[in-house]
């Protein structure tokens, strides 16, 4: 579901998924394991995405408690980066 929702900000963009690998940095081949299952996306790569098509991260999410999980995860962060 979520490279589907990858797939479509592409579309909508025209972009490629090689170049979205040159703008963010994060390696082409991690799109592709994404589109077969073979791994899950980091929060840290969602974030980048959704900084990169300008999209909330929640877009990326299928229901409520991987938001409340990806909102977690994005707090506990920040608290780190203060502590």
Do not use: C, Q
């Not at 900084?51 to 409520?64: A, G, I, L, R």
Request: aromatic content about 14%; charged content about 35%.
């Amino acid at each position: 579901m979520l490279y589907e929702k990858f797939s479509a900000l592409l579309a909508k963009t025209g972009k490629t998924a090689y170049r979205v690998s040159k703008d963010t940095g994060i390696a082409e081949n991690i799109f592709s394991y994404w589109k077969a299952g073979r791994s899950k996306p980091k929060f840290e790569k969602l974030l980048i995405l959704a900084k990169y098509f300008d999209v909330p991260v929640e877009y990326f999410s299928d229901n409520e408690a991987t938001k409340k999980s990806a909102m977690k995860e994005d707090n506990d962060n920040a608290e780190n980066k203060t502590s």
